[in-house]
C-alpha cells in the first residue's frame, strides 16, 4: 500500500493492489499447474479492496459470487493474459497519482480535496469507478491490459475528479424544503460524469476521447450530435421527480437508465461545462460547479445567443 499526498494538503491518497496482486497469483497458481494454496484465498478474500468491491457491486445489483469469481480467475481468458494484467499492474503500481489528482483539482473550486482510498482490482468487467458509500469512499480502478498510458492517465483524473466534486456537495447552500425538489437537486449531481470528462482532457477545446480509440470517440461523436434530445431527457425525467410522478423504485430505474454507456448524464453535463467555459472561462464554470441548478442557470446565460437548447426557466427556478 502507497500513501500520496501533497505539500498544499489538497491531495491525500492510498493505493492499495492487494486484491489484484492475490487474484493474479491465484490466477498464476492454477494456470501453471502449481497448487493453488489456502493462504492464496485467504490474501483475496480477506484483501480490504476484494470486500469492498464485493459490497459496491452488491450494492449496485451486481452481486459477486465467490465460486463465479473463481472460475473467471481460472479461464482461459485470465490465463492468456495474466502476463499483460502483471505489466497493467506494474503500470498502476508506478503511475503519477498526485499529478493526476491536481490536474482533476484544477477543474475544481479551491476548497475541493482529494481524499480517498484507490484500489486496484482485477475485475471480469474493465470497469473502474468512485463509490460514494459515506464510510467507505473509494475509487476502484480496474486491470485492464489494453489501456495505453495516456488513456490510464485520462481515467484516474476523471475518477479522482468524482473524488472532489463529490466532497464538495455537504458546502451546499441548505437542501429545498420540499422532498421532491431536493430529490431532484441531488439527482443533478449525476452531471458530474460530464464534469470530469472535461477535466480529464483538460478543457473545451480537447475532444473528451482524444486518447480513445476510434470506436469510442466516435460513439461519442454520435451521441453528443443527439444533445438537444438529451437535454429535453433529462429535463423531462426532474419534472417527473419535482412533480412525484415517479415511485421511488421508479425514479431510481429511470435517473440510472440516463447514464447509459456515456449517456445523457455524459452529454450534457460536458456540453453544459464545455460551453460555460468557453463563453465565461474556468472560474466562472467553478463557481457554479458544485451545484447542479446553479449550471443549469449558468449554461442558459451562456448559450442563449448561440442557438443551443435551453433549459425549462421554469424547472431551474424550481431547482435553484
Known amino acids: 500500500m502507497a500513501s500520496i499526498g501533497s505539500a498544499v494538503s489538497r491531495v491525500q491518497l492510498t493505493v492499495d493492489a492487494a486484491q489484484a496482486e492475490a487474484a493474479l497469483s491465484v490466477a498464476e497458481c492454477w494456470n501453471t499447474r502449481k497448487p493453488v494454496l489456502d493462504r492464496h484465498w485467504m490474501d483475496l478474500l480477506t484483501s480490504e479492496g476484494h470486500r469492498l468491491w464485493k459490497r459496491r457491486m ?90 495505453s ?67 469510442t470517440r466516435a460513439r461519442w461523436d454520435r451521441d453528443i450530435a443527439h444533445f438537444a434530445q438529451d437535454l429535453r431527457a433529462i429535463e423531462q425525467f426532474l419534472f417527473d421527480v419535482v412533480n412525484r410522478r415517479l415511485t421511488a423504485e421508479a425514479e431510481l430505474k429511470a435517473g440510472n437508465a440516463l447514464l447509459g454507456v456515456q449517456g445523457p448524464w455524459y452529454t450534457v453535463g460536458w456540453m453544459m461545462g464545455s460551453v460555460v467555459e468557453r463563453e465565461f472561462g474556468r472560474q466562472a464554470l467553478l463557481d457554479c460547479m458544485a451545484e447542479g441548478s446553479r449550471l443549469m442557470a449558468r449554461y442558459n446565460q451562456a448559450a ?13 427556478a424550481a431547482l435553484t
Open 58 to 147: 452488491q450494492t449496485v445489483g451486481q452481486p459477486v459470487d465467490d465460486a463465479e469469481y473463481a472460475r473467471f480467475l481460472f479461464s482461459s481468458k485470465v490465463g492468456e493474459q495474466r502476463e499483460a494484467f502483471r505489466a497493467a499492474l506494474r503500470e498502476w503500481r508506478s503511475a503519477h497519482w498526485e499529478q493526476a489528482a491536481l490536474r482533476a483539482l484544477d477543474w475544481l473550486p479551491e476548497n475541493a480535496k482529494i481524499v480517498t482510498r484507490v484500489f486496484i482490482v482485477l475485475s471480469p468487467t474493465a470497469t473502474s469507478f468512485y463509490h460514494s458509500e459515506a464510510e467507505n469512499a473509494a475509487v476502484f480502478f480496474a486491470l485492464d491490459a489494453a489501456l
Open 149 to 215: 498510458e495516456p488513456q490510464r492517465e485520462n481515467l484516474m483524473v476523471h475518477e479522482l475528479h468524482h473524488v472532489g466534486y463529490f466532497g464538495l456537495r455537504g458546502h451546499q447552500r441548505a437542501a429545498p424544503a420540499l422532498p421532491a425538489i431536493q430529490s431532484a437537486a441531488e439527482w443533478t449531481a449525476a452531471f458530474a460524469e460530464g464534469l470530469a470528462m472535461l477535466a480529464a482532457a483538460g478543457g473545451a477545446g480537447v475532444h473528451p476521447h482524444a486518447a480513445s480509440t476510434a470506436e
Open 304 to 316: 442563449a445567443d448561440h442557438g443551443l437548447t435551453l433549459w425549462s426557466s421554469e424547472l431551474v
